[in-house]
């Protein structure tokens, strides 16, 4: 639609009515490696762009000994 600006109001309800899907677009469901990401963050208090290279470095073992660190117990 930017590069079609000059088109009528009409023309551009139009296209996003049927060009956009009807239903729920927000939330999505965070991929598990976010959540690590997430967690190595918190856990070492890390930017973003660190806690990534740092998890390439970690072993499967001690993420989830990360994740579990912060469990609270609970009901999910």
């Known amino acids: 639609?930017?590069?079609?600006?000059?088109l009528s109001p009409l023309l551009q309800y139009e296209f996003y009515y049927y060009a956009?899907?009807?239903?729920k677009r927000f939330g999505f469901p965070k991929k598990?490696?976010?959540?690590?990401?997430e967690h190595i963050m918190?856990?070492?208090?890390?930017s973003?762009?660190?806690a990534k290279?740092?998890?390439?470095l970690l072993t499967?073992?001690?993420?989830?000994?990360?994740k579990n660190s912060f469990d609270t117990g609970g009901r999910v």
């Open 1 to 6: 639609m930017n590069q079609a600006h000059g």
């Open 32 to 37: 598990a490696e976010e959540e690590d990401l």
């Open 48 to 50: 973003e762009q660190k």
């Open 53 to 56: 290279e740092v998890k390439d």
């Open 20 to 23: 956009v899907r009807r239903g």
């Open 60 to 66: 499967d073992e001690q993420v989830s000994a990360i």
């Open 42 to 46: 918190r856990f070492y208090n890390y």
